[in-house]
């Protein structure tokens, strides 16, 4: 057990490592001086883009020698400091990010976990009810394949814009303060629900079609013909089926994740939900670079994390894993 | 598969028709052809039955579909038919592209990881297992908002960079399993060298494999282009069904209630991925006998 998650340590340490160079690097390879690029596209008049371009040298530490710079990037990330914020004046990158994460993490969190257990639940009541399979696996094909971002506006166009069920924009109504009211609370979950909805949706499809192939492929196995042959009650077949079935598609959670990631970015875009995705786009717009790769890290480290725990709990679900048997 | 079957002489022909048989037969198999087709057959002679072009204005501005404008137009005035179609081609080449890379990327370090073993095969699967966490988007939108990506070929090689690791990990082990077959073994003591090994034989025998990853590629890379496209990472100078919904988003199509703009790129790019995934399971059944009977 501990050398399994010893080894994940040791990728995951290293992953990060690579992910910080990346970041590093990116803005030094590219074509131009990054800061020439930088202040072109903020469009700065004569006076002030010579003053911006003291402070961004200054910034990237660019005077220094190359590794140099490469030992203070990891300083200033040892420090939490990612640098000033172009497209928000006066607050610095770490201190949007903080903002942000709480309402990316709101919708990610329950979106990926509720979706994870009632996809597993379907897929395995459909992998045995003809009905079920020939309703649930069309819906289920239909919704793995919808863009995040194209589903986000069709639900947002019918029941928030048509219908008028749902807000949009914001996490909660502008004449609200986070308080813990009961008005608050009821404003919060209305403006949740539907960025929320859209993850669960996408992500549902694909752990339905996951699981129903698991079970009906577990089914046929030596193991579960063996135990029909004794006699065994089907439910306690199907238990055994579902047991085995759980971790192929655990190994799947961690590998979703990514994607789950960057569909809860684009989905905050159409909602104006003010999370990371939104301080991506306003990144974007506004070319605050130090605000882009600062997403980037913690996207990446965020992502690194779930990827853990995901393992930790793999190891105590699988008990080979657990004695050490199973090396990877 | 053509060569391995056209050197193995007794048996080919009656296996190629029964193959078939169980590819027309195979109910997932037709319909997520047909619906990738029809929608191949829209983008190639699509644009061909409008002269709208896709960015020119001059229509009426936020109209719904009629006889004119066969979609609507958008609310500066652009034909949305004309954008769509050339939306779907859009897709298509950059699906197709980016796979092609993700495959070809795949290929040479799966096969050259699970043939060959050892250290070099320890050091291919650290990079794709690292490669396999980072996620994909992140890098994504930080390389191309440096770059701004100005053609479909770059982003598709972009994306194609960048969705190799599980195609590769998938192929190594299948790799890895064949490695120790006799016909391999016997290839590898008659002299050939590894390169051939790996073409003549270990890649025809597990050639219905890889065609099942290049679907999964291509469905993949045209998620991943939608989302680039929406967040108006990707070309701007070339229609994208991404780009539409992005326009759309940005013009307030949603509290204009102009519909006919933004529900065509979704509907295509769902029927497009949804299509090869269907078509994937098909496929599976048919190469795969144990999963015929279901």
Known sequence: MNRYLLRKSVLYLLTFFVAVTIDFAIPRLMPGNPIDGLISRIRADSTASQELHGYFTESFGLDQPLWEQYLNFWRGLAHGDLGPSIAYVGSSVSELIWAALPYTLALLVPAILLSYIAGNRVGALAARRKVLDNTVLPVAYVLTATPYVWLALVLAYVLAFQLGIFPVSGAYDFSQQPAWTWEFVRSFLAHWFLPFLTLFLVAFGGWAIGMRNLIIYELESEYANYLQALGAPSKLVRKYAYGNAVLPQMSGLALALGAVVGGALVTEIVFGYPGIGTLIIDALQNRDYFLLQGVFLLIIVGVLIANFIVDIAYVIVDPRTRAGIQGS | ?294
């Open chain 2, 1 to 294: 598969m053509d060569a391995a079957e056209s050197r193995a002489d007794p048996g080919p022909r009656g296996q190629r028709f029964e193959l078939l048989h169980f590819a027309f037969h195979n109910s997932k198999l037709v319909i997520g052809l047909t619906v990738v087709l029809a929608f191949l057959l829209l983008a190639i002679v699509g644009p061909w039955l409008t002269d709208a072009t896709p960015f020119e204005f001059g229509h009426p501005t936020g109209q719904g579909p009629s006889s004119e404008n066969w979609l609507g137009t958008t609310a500066p005035g652009q034909d949305v038919y004309a954008q769509f179609v050339h939306g779907l081609r859009s897709s298509f080449i950059v699906g197709a592209l980016a796979a092609c890379v993700a495959a070809g990327l795949g290929m040479a370090i799966g096969f050259i990881g699970g043939y060959l073993g050892g250290a070099i095969d320890e050091i291919l699967s650290m990079v794709t297992n690292i490669v396999l966490v980072i996620p994909t988007l992140a890098v994504l939108i930080i390389v191309s908002a440096y770059l701004s990506v100005g053609s479909l070929t770059s982003e598709a090689i972009l994306i194609g960079l960048t969705s190799w690791p599980w195609a590769a990990r998938a192929i190594r082990a299948q790799t890895f399993s064949l490695r120790a077959r006799e016909f391999v073994s016997l290839a590898r003591l008659s002299g050939q060298g590894t390169t051939k090994v790996i073409v003549q034989e270990i890649a025809p025998n597990m050639s219905s494999y890889l065609f099942l990853t290049f679907i999964l590629l291509f469905g993949g890379s045209v998620l991943t282009a939608a989302t680039l496209d929406f967040l108006g990472l990707g070309p701007s100078q070339v229609m994208s069904l991404g780009l539409m919904m992005n326009t759309a988003v940005s013009n307030a199509a949603l509290q204009l209630g102009l519909w006919w703009w933004f529900i065509p790129p979704g509907i295509g790019i769902t029927a497009i991925v949804g299509g090869l995934y269907v078509m994937n399971v098909g496929l599976d059944e048919v190469f795969n006998p144990r999963l015929r009977s279901t």
